[in-house]
């Protein structure tokens, strides 16, 4: 049979679908849309860390114009709370308690933003005005804020029946052999940072609109998220209800990032409301509300040590991480910094670790899981560290990497975490990035920037991820009655394009152009379970599965075909929306097998990938800045990337995750930093005080992949969603520590490396 090329399979650069829409201001999000006799609703927040409270009375709040409903904690008895399910197991065997959100606190409050009341009105902002009429009488406590100081002895519990801010205890490793591999080194290298916590800030805040169905007798959620089958799971839950007694529906979304993976009080606030009234009932959050009250991400301290022999390879690493995870147990908390921590060796060979975490209780905002989820967090840690080693024995940092890197006829390569890498060339991807970056030649530019009374530096980042995690997702296609083609899939597009990605798959199979291909996701009555996107899963699982789907429904359309046209499936091809006779011009368009289908299943083709091991992308990163010591400001004037992530589907939407996700990462290393006071007040509350990266803070990018099929995945493809973050983060600090180093001596500092930290280290190193 003759094999046509689609011009718009895995591969193409094909432009993004969605864009027309977003462009022209068409996208539906969820606070676009307006339901008949809607309400809105607002949230009374507290306005302190730590309190006992009591509600003294709603009267006022009841009798305000416009309002419908105010409910208290006490109104809510019947709900369950949000609970996590993914504390792992301590070393001594047993899982520690959690403590779980409440839909609406009862008689205490743990940080600012933690949900006291729910108003609901005509307009949000006479909601609003009725909420400050309800009269809380606040008993204020001292607050723990702090992740270092967590555990002194003279701060404050945050629950205090548990006698500790300890919240969990995890390990990983093996102490005897580490201790026995710094016994024998010649050198050891020690650091201490801080992975500063870091709001979200998707450009969408989050909604949600709860409706009640008398008709059908249950609930109706539309809400942006990042798959709508797991909320639906944790609310039906909450409401002590079946799944099917609840509808999940997310239209466009503006960003997720990971925290718009989880249920949030409004969510069940919304949906009670609407049960009581009788209407829809709204929730718009704002900014503001968005970093009190959104899940955090990162926030931890760090003491880490590598043990070297006398030529600088790594015998043995040991880690103390500090995890700070808010005042309580977000929905996937206590698992972002044990799935970090088993990526501790990351790219190198080491053959003996020892890692200890402590995840720690604050009167904070809960941290979970934000872009890359702990992978970033232990990449960083490395990285940093590995520098450290180089400087400490006087090596190149790229010296050093290569030493140790695992080398190509060591794989597969089981880790000291249990992690199994399957394929990997990191000198490949290092030496192509230094070439690229003109790394050699730095010493001109470093000439240049003297002359100009400034000061340069260059750092680099090698790292690998898991992604993609074990499991499936499963893909459904149905050819409809004009001749297009209809995806139904459980992941979530929050922006990375699935639309067009997903169609390639299909593309390719049905040899059907990529616009009469339908992506359908965000609806549990469309299709009864999925995964959500999450964790860089999306195309390796979803768009194996939409791959097969396509042939498995390219098999049955040629069947009809051949049935039409009175010849052998083996003779039919398939090409632009129709069927044709190969060497003939006997052909039968997609339209009419539709319509010559004797059973509906026939349109209908399904396919499902199962993946048993992660995928493990892989890449270095090379940052060089150019530093103004007179203020500290920081230029990033090159950056380089050389990616492995496998097989490449569509080289335009590649380039735009790893973008996105190395400006995150450059955010967190110079720009973005998360401050509470000693009283639990959040400080960086507004982009006032809060610095985003901006366009004029970025160089062009230079990303090149030099990829090696992944043997985990049936495509050969490894997640990319998240590599961005993971690989920037180290590179940006490493390049501005480099630059002080180089100049003054400085050997660390802390992110984010704003103007004010550097120039404050300048003048204390001049100083000396």
């Known amino acids: ?73 006490a109104d809510l008895a019947h709900l369950g709370k949000l609970k996590s399910g993914v504390m792992q197991r301590q070393p001594d065997g047993t899982k520690a308690p959690t403590r779980d959100i409440p839909v609406l606190c009862h008689d205490r409050v743990n940080y600012v933003g933690d949900a006291v009341a729910f108003v609901v009105a005509d307009s949000r902002a006479l909601a609003q005005d009725a909420a400050e009429l309800i009269e809380v009488e606040y008993e204020s406590e001292d607050a723990a804020s702090g992740t270092a100081t967590a555990l002194d002895e003279d701060t404050p519990l945050v629950w205090p029946e548990l006698g500790s801010n300890r919240a969990f205890s995890y390990h990983i490793g093996d102490k005897a052999k580490t201790a026995a591999a710094f016994a024998r080194a010649a050198h050891i290298t020690r650091i201490e940072f801080i992975n500063n916590r870091l709001v979200c800030n998707y450009m969408e805040p989050r909604s949600a609109i709860g409706e009640w169905n008398t008709q059908e007798n249950r609930f109706v959620l539309t809400t942006g998220s990042q798959g709508v089958h797991s909320m639906q799971y944790i609310l039906a839950d909450i409401f002590k209800i079946k799944k099917n007694q609840l509808r999940v529906i997310t239209p466009d979304v503006g960003g997720g990032f990971g925290p718009k993976s989880f249920v949030y009080r409004e969510h069940p606030l919304v949906l009670e409301a609407a049960r009581r009234l009788g209407r829809p009932v709204k929730w718009a959050g704002d900014r503001t509300e968005h970093f009190l009250t959104d899940a955090q991400g990162r926030d931890n301290v760090v003491t880490a040590e590598m043990a070297m022999d ?167 296609v149905e050819l409809n009655g004009d001749g297009t083609v209809t995806l139904k899939i459980g992941t979530q597009t929050n922006g990375q394009g699935h639309a067009t990605a997903y169609a390639q798959f299909l593309s390719e199979k049905l040899h059907l152009d990529v616009d009469k291909i339908h992506v359908r996701q965000g609806d549990t009555d469309e299709l009864k379970a999925g995964g959500g996107t999450g964790g860089s899963r999306s195309i390796p699982l979803g ?63 399904f396919g499902e990938f199962v993946q048993d091991e992660c995928t493990y992308p892989n890449g270095t990163h090379i940052c060089e800045v150019e530093i103004d010591p007179d203020t500290g400001v920081t230029e990033i004037v090159r950056y380089t990337i050389v990616d492995d992530f496998g097989v490449t589907v569509n080289p335009i939407l590649l380039a735009g995750q790893v973008h996105g996700g190395v400006v995150q990462g450059i955010g967190q290393a110079l720009t ?32 090149e992949t030099r990829n090696v099929p992944s043997t985990t995945n049936a495509l050969g493809i490894k997640g990319a969603g998240e590599a961005g973050t993971i690989g920037a983060t180290p590179a940006a600090l490493n390049a501005v520590t480099d630059a002080l180093y180089h100049a003054y001596g400085i050997r660390h500092i802390d992110m984010p490396a704003t103007p004010a930290r550097i120039w404050a280290a300048i003048q204390q190193a001049a100083a000396k």
Not at 21 to 41: E, N, S, V
Not at 324 to 346: E, K, L
Not at 546 to 554: K, P, Q, V
Request: aromatic share 10%.
């Open 310 to 476: 006398k030529d600088g390879r790594f015998l043995g690493m040991k880690v103390d991480l500090l995890a700070n995870i808010g005042a309580y147990i977000s929905q996937y908390g206590p698992f972002i910094p044990y799935i970090g921590v088993t990526m501790s060796t990351g790219v190198y060979d080491i053959q003996a670790l020892d890692v200890s975490v402590t995840g720690l209780y604050t009167n904070t905002c809960p941290v979970d899981a934000y872009r890359g989820a702990g992978r970033p967090e232990a990449a960083f840690l490395l990285e940093k560290l590995v520098d450290a080693c180089a400087h400490d024995l006087d090596l190149p940092v790229e010296e050093i990497r290569r030493r140790n890197f695992i080398r190509p006829e060591q794989f597969p390569y089981r880790t000291q975490t249990d992690r199994l890498y399957d394929t990997g060339e990191f000198a490949g991807h290092m030496d192509r990035a230094i070439e690229q970056a003109e790394w050699q030649a730095f010493p001109e530019r470093l000439a240049q920037s003297k002359a100009a009374s400034k000061i340069r530096g260059i750092g680099m980042a090698t790292y690998i991820e898991a992604c993609a995690f074990p499991g499936s997702e499963p893909a459904f």
């Open 672 to 703: 973005e930093n998360t401050v509470y006071d000693e009283d639990g007040q959040l400080l960086t509350a507004s982009f006032m005080d809060y610095a985003m990266p901006r366009a004029d803070d970025l160089p062009f990018f230079h990303f």
């Open 543 to 605: 768009g194996v599965s939409a791959s097969r789907a396509g042939e498995d429904l390219a098999i049955k359309i040629r069947r009809i075909a051949a049935d039409k046209l009175e010849a052998s499936a083996d003779d039919i091809e398939l090409s632009n929306g129709v069927a044709r006779i190969v060497g003939t011009d006997r052909t039968i368009d997609f339209s009419s097998i539709a319509k010559a289908a004797r059973n509906p299943d026939d349109l209908k083709g």
């Open 1 to 73: 049979m003759t094999v046509v090329t689609p011009k718009f399979g895995m591969g193409a650069s094909v432009l993004r679908r969605e864009d027309q829409a977003f462009l022209k201001g068409l996208g539906r999000y969820t606070d676009d849309i307006q339901p008949a006799g809607l309400l809105h609703g607002y949230v009374l927040r507290s306005p302190v860390a730590k309190a006992s409270f009591t509600v003294a009375s709603t009267e006022a709040a009841k009798a305000a114009s416009g309002v419908h409903l105010v409910l208290t904690g």
